[in-house]
T-cell receptor, first 115, second 113 residues
């Protein structure tokens, strides 16, 4: 997990507030993936980004969720008007190229709790 | 539709014995399979992978077996150690995609001293 930095590690939001999760990929990595793990479930793919481009957002909920990976700075997963069902662990991963095998490295995760 | 299934939510094994974790998949388009280990409050850590053109890959105490006809793979850990106690996720990557991982629901392995 060394190198992929996520913050905050823990975030508490009230229903209706916004949550912003940040991910800095490993140095030299230009591909970022976001995954969500709901309680008692496996990780589910959300979105795949390269710098300034969303490549695949097939796993993202259609409303309230958005992601970006700007030219400068970290990738951001934004959840607007959070609901209790958004409570989950959100993991960011990065790879130097289109990921495959052990070139995908995960961060420590951001735990979102909606109260 | 769960394309990657880990039907055993938990497994307990005595230290020194073999741990066998199983995974089934339904999508014939998967061409790469991976196992990740995860401790509580941490991100997944890559363990071992296997391409669909192979039936076995070994790395130290970890061996992954792939049976394409049965759409089944397994992770063998031998000898098991208490530090192996964690949740193990099977994951698969379909060919020709953006290479996103499809994960199983995980198996909690407990290695008893």
């Amino acid at each position: 997990n060394a190198g992929v930095m996520q913050n905050p590690r823990h975030l508490v939001r009230r229903r209706g507030q916004e949550a912003r999760l940040r991910c800095s990929p490993m140095k030299g990595h230009s591909h970022v993936y976001w995954y969500r793990q709901l309680p008692e479930e496996g990780l589910k793919f959300m979105v795949y980004l390269q710098k300034e481009n969303i490549i695949d957002e097939s796993g993202m909920p259609k409303e309230r969720f958005s992601a970006e990976f700007p030219k400068e700075g970290p990738s951001i997963l934004r959840i607007q008007q959070v609901v209790r069902g958004d409570s989950a662990a959100y993991f960011c991963a990065s790879s130097p190229t289109r990921g495959g095998g052990n070139t995908i490295y995960f961060g420590e995760g951001s735990w979102l709790t909606v109260v | 539709d769960q394309q990657v299934k880990q039907n055993s939510p938990s497994l307990s094994v005595q230290e020194g014995r073999i741990s066998i974790l199983n995974c089934d998949y339904t999508n014939s388009m998967f061409d790469y399979f991976l196992w990740y280990k995860k401790y509580p409050a941490e991100g997944p850590t890559f363990l071992i992978s296997i391409s669909s053109i192979k039936d076995k890959n070994e790395d130290g105490r970890f061996t992954v077996f792939l049976n394409k006809s049965a759409k089944h793979l397994s992770l063998h850990i031998v000898p098991s150690q208490p530090g192996d106690s964690a949740v193990y996720f099977c994951a698969a990557i379909p060919s020709g995609s953006a290479r996103q991982l499809t994960f199983g629901s995980g198996t909690q392995l407990t290695v008893l001293p």
